[in-house]
């Protein structure tokens, strides 16, 4: 059983790093066991796990399925190691944590500090993108995902729910007139955040159905700070997530319009892979940044109705 394991953390090493060489460096095993463990493992599930490209290997459909499995065990046998260890005892250990950019820097870096100090012996890794990241296999522990979920196989605690809204500068708005239905803005200028939209139109909500309304994007940026910054200089109406304006917002620096044609909220969760015994450093975590994110939800959103034009 522990050569199955061995050749199972080789194989999860080499699709990590694209190949047997790669692998071989970051486990410090000679090429050609690497290349043997691995052949000895297809020989015994007598399946095919890796293809090879010009570029690098990637598993097949059947070494994507073995893969994922080869993560749940090797992870189970790392739990074992560490309740046995006395980890289970007090939170201790390595965290990885990954949120929306915007909300990351603004939100959840604030809780991971508070955090840290009260957990003198976790170590935390926290990834802000706006990727979608799979949690198994980037080996995430913990995510922040704003908008619905679509992998029923994760487990899910809801913290809040935010909204698109458009805003632009006040400067823009006394020179370009203030949009009072979706229509309108085929008469703006209008700067798209790409994440959140195609760059073509954006969508509304008109009584009970969804509105979708082409806009000229005379700019598209792929970062929301870019889209609040080009709006804040007069570039344009922008469509972002209501957060990722709310400081502009408050300082005046951006104006929300178009409120009663707000799209469904959108929800924002914590999420994590887990399932029955968890490792105390996540529970703790968990437990710790639930109440925190969601009080910082309660107290941001919407943190628009005195310095925004319902049109």
């Not at 890796?50 to 499995?69: F, I």
Request: charged content about 20%; overall charge neutral.
């Amino acid at each position: 059983m522990a050569d199955r394991l061995e050749a199972m953390s080789i194989f999860v090493a080499v699709v990590d790093c694209g190949s047997f060489s790669g692998a071989a460096r970051r486990l410090g095993v000679p090429l050609a066991t690497i290349s043997r463990k691995v052949g000895e493992l297809e020989a015994h599930l007598g399946a095919r796990l890796l293809a090879r490209s010009t570029r690098k290997l990637s598993p097949t459909e059947a070494g994507q399925s073995y893969l994922a499995a080869c993560r749940r065990i090797l992870e189970q046998v790392v739990e074992a190691e560490r309740a046995a260890a006395g980890e289970y005892a007090t939170p201790k250990g390595d965290l990885v944590i990954t949120a929306p950019i915007v909300f990351g820097r603004l939100h959840v870096l604030p809780v991971v500090a508070a955090f840290l100090a009260a957990y003198p012996e976790i170590h935390v890794r926290l990834a802000l993108s706006d990727r979608w990241v799979h949690l198994l296999d980037d080996h995430v522990d913990v995510a922040v995902r704003v908008g619905a979920l679509s992998d029923g196989g994760l487990m899910a605690m809801g913290l809040g729910s935010v909204h698109r809204v458009v805003c632009a500068s006040p400067s823009y708005l006394a020179v370009r007139g203030i949009p009072h239905h979706p229509k309108d803005l085929a008469d703006h200028d209008c700067v798209s955040f790409d994440a959140l939209a195609s760059g073509k139109s954006w969508l509304f909500r008109e009584g009970e159905a969804d509105l979708s309304v082409v806009v000229q994007s005379r700019l598209i940026v792929n970062t929301a700070e870019a889209a609040v910054d080009a709006a804040r200089a007069g570039a344009g109406l922008t469509q972002v997530l209501s957060y990722q304006a709310a400081d502009a917002v408050r300082a005046g620096a951006l104006v929300v319009v178009l409120r009663t044609f707000e799209p469904p909220a959108l929800p924002v969760s914590l999420i994590h892979a887990g399932q029955g015994a968890l490792p105390l450093k996540l529970r703790a975590f968990l437990d710790f940044a639930r109440p925190r994110l969601g009080q910082r939800l309660g107290e941001t959103f919407p943190p628009f109705a005195a310095n925004s034009h319902r049109g």
